[in-house]
C-alpha cells in the first residue's frame, strides 16, 4: 500500500475555504515557522481512495467474529453513533452557559444514575477517558481518602493477584504505591490465604478484576474484600470484565468501593481502532467528596456542573470527559434496559461456556470450570507434541477469517489463548470457529510447517518485530 | 427492547444442554446465592424508535450556537465533509486496538501516518499514537521529565486552567512538587523562571498560545531551562503551527496538545485528541501506543505496533504510565482534516484565524474594549469589558452568538475561519452599544 | 552452551569478570540470552551509579518482555557498554564479549559460582 505522502503530487489539493474577507496580516517573522510542514497535496478523490483502502486491510467487528478475551468486541449498535452525531450534542461548546446545555447535563445524569444502579455504587465520574485512565483515577482516590484519614504515610501499598491486566500495577505504580503481588490458588482465584498474610496496616486497597483474567467467578470475593476491609484497605473493582455479570451481580454488593467501567466494551461503544473510549468511574458514598472536579448537581430547577468540592482528586483530563461515549452508552442502556442487561450477561457467559466446551477435546482448558464471559485454554501440551505454539494456532485463524484470541495472556498460563465470544454471537458462528480450531490442531500434527509460516492468506505474513524494535523507523522519511 | 443476541430460546437451549446445564441460572452457580441482584431498579428496555425520540428530546434543550467566538481550550474550525465520511467507516470505527498486524495494515499505516504528520507540524523526531487529550499529554510529559534527582515540576500560570490542574493531580500522585511561573502582561516572567530553575527541577510546561491567546518567548524559555538541565514542554496549538513557530525551533523536548481543532466538533468536550511527540533521545520515555515501519516474511513493507516493552502490559509497575487505550479514531480524524487542507490550506487557516482576531482585537478597542495584554497573539486576546460581562453575552446570546469567556479582568475572545467580518462586525456593534447603554 | 572456565556465574544468570585493573565486568550469560531471545534494548545504568547485591541495574528488552539483570556486587558503576544501546543484538551473538557494566571499588560480593557449578545449577533448573 502507498503512503498518503507518496500519493502527494505537487499542486493537488481540495478548496476548502472562501478568500480571506478581512484584511490578511501576517505576524513578524521572529514568531513564524521557518519551514512548511510536509502534509500530503492530494485531491478528495485520491483521498476517499486512499482510506478506502486502508479500510479494505483493517479488521473491525462488522467483518466477522473476534473473540479477543478481554475486550468484549460486541456488536455495536448504529444508532448510537446517530444519536451521538446529532448538532445538539456534537456541535456543544464546553463552555456554554448551563441553561443551553441542560440536555447534555441530563444525558450525564442518567447515564450515572443507570450505571450506578447496575454497578450497586452512589456516585458517577464520566471525566477518564479510557479504563487505564479510570484505573488511575479510582486510585488516586483512594489515596486521597486515606490521606484525609491522616493514613497517607502508613498505607503505601497496593494488593494486585498475579493474573491482573498490567494496567492494574502500573496505574497503582503512578500513584506512588508499592505493588504487593497476590498469587493465584490453583484453581484460579485469588490466594485467600496469601491474601490475609498480606493485607495490613500499610494496605492501601486491593484491586481485583471479578470476573478474574482468567474468566472465573471469585467464589471467595467477599470473604476477599472483608480481609481488605478488616485492614483498613479499600477494594478496587477493575471492571474489564463487567459483560458477564451486569444485571446478575452488582460490585457494590460484592465489597467493592470503587470502580471503573470500560464504556466502550461493556457498554457497546464502538472501539475506533483503539479508542477513543470512556473509563467512567463510580464510587460509594465514602469516596465521593474525592471525585474529580467538576460533577453534575442539581441547583434549583437546573443541572449545573458544579466545582464545590474541596477534597475533589482535581482534573485528570480536559472538561467533563468523552461527552459522546457517554451519550452512546446511556444509548445502549436505554435499549437494553432492565431484562436485557442481564440477558446479555447471561448470552456472554452462555456463549463462552459452549464454545469453551467445544474446544475443550482438541485444546486443555486451563482451568476446568464454569467459566464466565471468557476462558483460557492453554496449548503448552501442543507445543510439546507438535512445535506449534498459541501464536501459530492464533496466526492460522486468520485464514479462516477469524480474528485471533487474546495470546500469552495471563502470564500465569503457559501458552495462553483467550477466547471471549460475546453475546452479539449466533451458535452458528461459533461452531464455525470451533471447528476452524479443530482444524487447524489436526493441521499441526499433520504438518506443522504449514502453521510456523502461517497465515497464508492475509495481505502480509509475519511482520518482522525484533527488527522494528531494534531499528525504530517511526514516521516516514521524506528525503529516501 | 433489544440485547442484540441472536440467538433463539431454542438455540440456547441447545447450548445448555450441551455443556451439561437445564438452566440458565447454573451458569451463575459460582456466584453466592445472597449476593444476587434480583431486578435491577432501571426502566425497562426500549425500541430503537423510543430511545430515537428520548435523546432527541433531550438535544432539544441544547442551545447550538451558529456564531460562536469563545475559543478557551476547544475550537469550532470547519470541518471538510470527506474526513466525518472517512472516519465514520465501519472498520475503522469497530477494530480492536491493531495488535494483529496481518489483519490491522490499514489501522497501522493510519497510525503511522499521523505519528509522520504530529513530527511535520511540531518538528519533533517521534510521534506516540495518541492520549486521551491535550491536557493528559501534558501531565504525561512531566512523567516522561521527572528522574530520580530532578521532581520538580514548573508549570506556566499562562496555561489553560484545565491543563494545570491535570498536571497538579498526576504530580500529586507520584509526590512531586508542582511550582507556578507567574504571569506578566499575559505572558510568563522570565525573571521569576530564572528564579525558579535548580537541580531539583525536571521540566518546564509553557503554552503558546497561552491560554489568553498571546505568544510566550518559548525559545528564550528553552535556553533557561536547557542551561539548567531542565527540559521543556511546549504546549501547542495544531492551527497555530500552520504558521508559527515550531515547537523544535523553538528548541523544546517535548511538544504536546489538544488536536481537536484537527476536524473534531466541539462534542462537549470529548472525545478530543491528545497528541505527544518529542526528540528521539526520550523517544523510549513516551508513553502509549506507537506504530514503526518493518518488513514482512516475503520482504514487504508493513506496519507493526513497536517498542512495546515501554508499555504497562509489559513493564507493569515499572512502567511511566497504565496508558493503552487512546484516541485512535480522532487521530484518523486529524490525519484525513490534514490529507484535505495540505500544507497551503492549513497555512490559510492559520492566517484566516490570524487575521480576524486581529481585525476584531482593532475593531473592539474602537468600541472601548481595550487589550488588556500588549504583546504578540494567535487567535485569542483578552478584552477588557466596561460593562458587566454576563450584560454583555446576554445581549450577544439573545442574536444567536456566544461570546468570549468572561475571564479576570476581562473577556477572552476567539476568532477562527468559521467567523465573518460581518459577523464580527454585529459583535463589536452590540458591544458599542452595551457599553454605551 | 558456552561457559568459559575463566568467569564467576550467579544463579540469576550474569556473569563476572574480573579484570588487571581490579574491576569487574558483568554481563549475561549464554543461557541467558537464550531464554530472553532475540533481544532489542538495553538500558543501561549512569557511570558513578551505586550497585548493591542482589539489586537490580539494568533491565533487557526483547519484543514481548523485559527482564531485569542482578547485581552480584555492591560497587560503583565505572563503566557502562554504550555499544549495546546502539547494537543490543551483541548480547545474542556473543554474550561474553558484550559485558554490561565495568564495577570498581566493590565492597562486597555475592556468592558465585565456577562454570561447573552453573551448568550444574542449569540443569537442576530445567
Known amino acids: 500500500m502507498k503512503l498518503i505522502f507518496e500519493r502527494s503530487r505537487p499542486g493537488h489539493g481540495c478548496d476548502m475555504l472562501p478568500a480571506n474577507d478581512v484584511p490578511t496580516l501576517q505576524p513578524a517573522a521572529e514568531y513564524t515557522r521557518q519551514t512548511a510542514p510536509n502534509l500530503p497535496e492530494i485531491t478528495e478523490g485520491e483521498i476517499s481512495r486512499h482510506y478506502s483502502e486502508l479500510e479494505r486491510n483493517s479488521r473491525g467487528v462488522n467483518n466477522g467474529f473476534y473473540p479477543l478475551g478481554s475486550c468484549t468486541m460486541k456488536y455495536n449498535p448504529k444508532i448510537n453513533d446517530e444519536m451521538a452525531a446529532l448538532p445538539g450534542f456534537a456541535e456543544l461548546h464546553p463552555l456554554q452557559p448551563p441553561h443551553t446545555v441542560q440536555g447534555a447535563l441530563q444525558v450525564m445524569q442518567m447515564a450515572e444514575e443507570l450505571l450506578d444502579e447496575i454497578t450497586g455504587m452512589d456516585c458517577m465520574t464520566f471525566q477518564p477517558a479510557a479504563g487505564a485512565h479510570g484505573e488511575y483515577t479510582g486510585i488516586a482516590m483512594i489515596k486521597a481518602y486515606h490521606k484525609k484519614r491522616g493514613e497517607g504515610k502508613t498505607r503505601t501499598k497496593m494488593l494486585v493477584p498475579d493474573a491482573a491486566h498490567g494496567t492494574n500495577p502500573a496505574s497503582a505504580a503512578m500513584n506512588g504505591y508499592t505493588v504487593v503481588t497476590i498469587p493465584s490458588a490453583p484453581d484460579g482465584g485469588v490466594d485467600v490465604e496469601a491474601l490475609r498474610a498480606a493485607a495490613g496496616a500499610d494496605t492501601a486497597g486491593l484491586m481485583l478484576t471479578n470476573p478474574n483474567t482468567l474468566g472465573l467467578f471469585e467464589k471467595n470475593i467477599c470473604e476477599i474484600t472483608q480481609i481488605v476491609h478488616d485492614a483498613g484497605g479499600l477494594n478496587y473493582y477493575d471492571g474489564a470484565n463487567l459483560n458477564a455479570i451486569m444485571g446478575i451481580v452488582r460490585p457494590g454488593d460484592m465489597g467493592f468501593d470503587v470502580i471503573h467501567l470500560n464504556l466502550h466494551k461493556t457498554f ?61 452508552a446511556l444509548c445502549y442502556v436505554l435499549t437494553l434496559g432492565q431484562q436485557g442487561i442481564p440477558a446479555a450477561a447471561t448470552g456472554a457467559v452462555l456463549n463462552a461456556n459452549y464454545l469453551m466446551r467445544k474446544l475443550a477435546t482438541p485444546a486443555e482448558i486451563a482451568y476446568n470450570r464454569t467459566c464466565m464471559h471468557e476462558f483460557v485454554l492453554s496449548m503448552k501440551t501442543l507445543k510439546k507434541e507438535t512445535g506449534v505454539s498459541a501464536l501459530d494456532l492464533a496466526k492460522g485463524l486468520l485464514d479462516y477469517g477469524i480474528h485471533p484470541p487474546t495470546m500469552y495472556f495471563p502470564l500465569i498460563v503457559e501458552e495462553a489463548l483467550m477466547f471471549e465470544p460475546t453475546e452479539t454471537e449466533s451458535i452458528e458462528t461459533l461452531a464455525e470457529a470451533a471447528e476452524a480450531f479443530r482444524a487447524l490442531v489436526a493441521l499441526a500434527h499433520q504438518n506443522p510447517e504449514a502453521l510456523h509460516s502461517a497465515p497464508h492468506s492475509t495481505p502480509v505474513r509475519r511482520p518482522d518485530e525484533v527488527g522494528a524494535a531494534r531499528n525504530p523507523v517511526l514516521k516516514y522519511d521524506f528525503a529516501r | 427492547m433489544g440485547s442484540y443476541i441472536p440467538s433463539t430460546p431454542a438455540s440456547r437451549q441447545q447450548m445448555l444442554n450441551a455443556i451439561g446445564m437445564q438452566h440458565a441460572e447454573e ?20 425500541s430503537e424508535l423510543e430511545v430515537r425520540r428520548i435523546l432527541q428530546g433531550m438535544e432539544a434543550q441544547n442551545t447550538v450556537f451558529p456564531t460562536i467566538f469563545r475559543g478557551a481550550g476547544a475550537y469550532r474550525h470547519y470541518i471538510p465533509s470527506i474526513v466525518k465520511q472517512v472516519a465514520s467507516k465501519e ?153 508559527l513557530q515550531t515547537p523544535a525551533e523553538a528548541g523544546a523536548d517535548i511538544a504536546v496538545g489538544e488536536g481537536q481543532p ?124 466596561p460593562v458587566e460581562p454576563q450584560k454583555l453575552l446576554t445581549a450577544l446570546e439573545a442574536k444567536g452568538i456566544l461570546g468570549g469567556l468572561a475571564v479576570e479582568g476581562g473577556i477572552l475572545w476567539c476568532c477562527t475561519e468559521l467567523n465573518t467580518k460581518e459577523e464580527i462586525d454585529t459583535v463589536v456593534q452590540i458591544c458599542k452599544r452595551e457599553a454605551q447603554a | ?60 528488552e526483547s519484543v514481548k518482555a523485559v527482564s531485569d539483570v542482578f547485581s552480584p556486587v555492591t560497587a560503583v558503576v565505572a563503566a557502562v557498554n554504550e555499544l549495546l544501546l546502539d547494537d543490543p543484538a551483541m548480547i545474542n551473538t556473543d554474550c561474553y564479549d558484550a559485558w554490561l557494566i565495568e564495577a570498581e571499588g566493590i565492597e562486597l560480593e555475592d556468592e558465585l559460582l565456577n562454570a561447573e557449578e552453573y551448568e550444574a545449577f542449569i540443569q537442576e533448573e530445567a
Open chain 2, 91 to 243: 472498520t475503522f470505527v469497530t477494530a480492536y486496538t491493531p495488535y494483529q498486524a496481518e489483519v490491522s495494515q490499514g489501522t497501522l499505516q493510519m497510525i503511522f501516518e499521523y505519528q509522520t504528520e504530529i513530527c511535520e507540524l511540531t518538528g519533533m523526531d517521534v510521534a506516540n499514537a495518541s492520549v486521551y487529550d491535550g491536557a493528559s499529554a501534558a501531565a504525561e510529559a512531566t512523567i516522561m521529565c521527572r528522574e530520580r534527582a530532578r521532581q520538580t515540576v514548573l508549570v506556566a500560570a499562562t496555561a489553560h486552567s484545565d491543563t494545570i490542574d491535570t498536571i497538579q493531580t498526576y504530580s500529586d500522585s507520584a509526590g512531586a512538587p508542582v511550582v507556578p511561573i507567574a504571569a506578566e502582561n499575559g505572558v510568563i516572567n522570565m525573571q521569576a523562571l530564572k528564579e525558579a530553575l535548580g537541580p531539583e527541577v525536571a521540566c518546564l510546561y509553557l503554552q503558546s498560545p497561552n491560554y489568553f491567546g498571546q505568544l510566550e518567548d518559548a525559545k528564550a524559555a528553552a535556553e533557561l531551562c536547557h542551561a539548567a538541565g531542565v527540559k521543556l514542554i511546549y504546549g501547542c496549538n495544531p492551527i497555530a503551527l500552520g504558521l
Open chain 2, 27 to 46: 451458569l451463575f452457580a459460582d456466584i453466592p446465592n445472597e449476593m444476587l441482584a434480583g431486578e435491577l431498579a432501571i426502566p425497562p428496555g426500549k
Open chain 3, 1 to 60: 552452551m558456552n561457559f568459559p572456565a575463566n568467569l564467576k556465574y550467579t544463579k540469576s544468570h550474569e556473569w563476572l569478570k574480573k579484570t588487571a585493573e581490579g574491576t569487574v565486568q558483568i554481563g549475561l550469560t549464554d543461557h541467558a540470552q537464550n531464554e530472553l531471545g532475540d533481544l532489542v534494548f538495553v538500558n543501561l545504568p549512569s557511570v558513578g551509579d551505586a550497585l548493591t547485591v542482589g539489586e537490580s541495574f539494568a533491565d533487557v
Open chain 1, 268 to 328: 457497546s461503544t464502538p472501539h475506533g481502532g483503539g479508542g477513543p473510549g470512556s473509563g467512567a468511574v463510580g464510587c460509594k458514598t465514602i469516596l465521593a467528596p474525592f471525585l474529580p472536579r467538576p460533577v453534575v448537581a442539581q441547583e434549583g430547577g437546573t443541572l449545573v456542573l458544579s466545582n464545590d468540592i474541596p477534597d475533589s482528586i482535581g482534573k485528570v483530563r480536559s472538561f467533563y470527559g468523552n461527552f459522546l461515549i457517554t451519550l452512546r
Open chain 2, 262 to 385: 484537527l476536524g473534531m466538533p466541539l462534542s462537549f468536550g470529548g472525545p478530543y485528541l491528545g497528541f505527544m511527540a518529542s526528540t528521539k533521545a526520550m523517544m523510549r520515555r513516551l508513553p502509549g501506543r506507537i506504530a514503526g515501519e518493518t518488513t514482512d516474511a516475503d520482504g514487504k513493507r508493513c506496519y507493526v505496533l513497536t517498542l512495546q516493552a515501554r508499555e504497562q502490559h509489559i513493564r507493569r509497575e515499572k512502567a511511566l504510565s497504565s496508558v493503552c487505550t487512546n484516541q485512535a479514531l480522532c487521530a484518523l480524524t486529524a490525519t484525513v482534516y490534514l490529507a484535505a487542507l495540505g500544507p497551503a490550506g492549513l497555512q490559510q487557516v492559520a492566517s484566516q484565524c490570524y487575521s480576524k482576531a486581529h481585525y476584531m482585537a482593532a475593531e473592539l478597542e474602537k468600541a472601548g474594549f481595550a487589550r488588556r495584554y500588549k504583546g504578540e497573539f494567535f487567535h485569542e486576546f483578552v478584552t477588557e469589558c
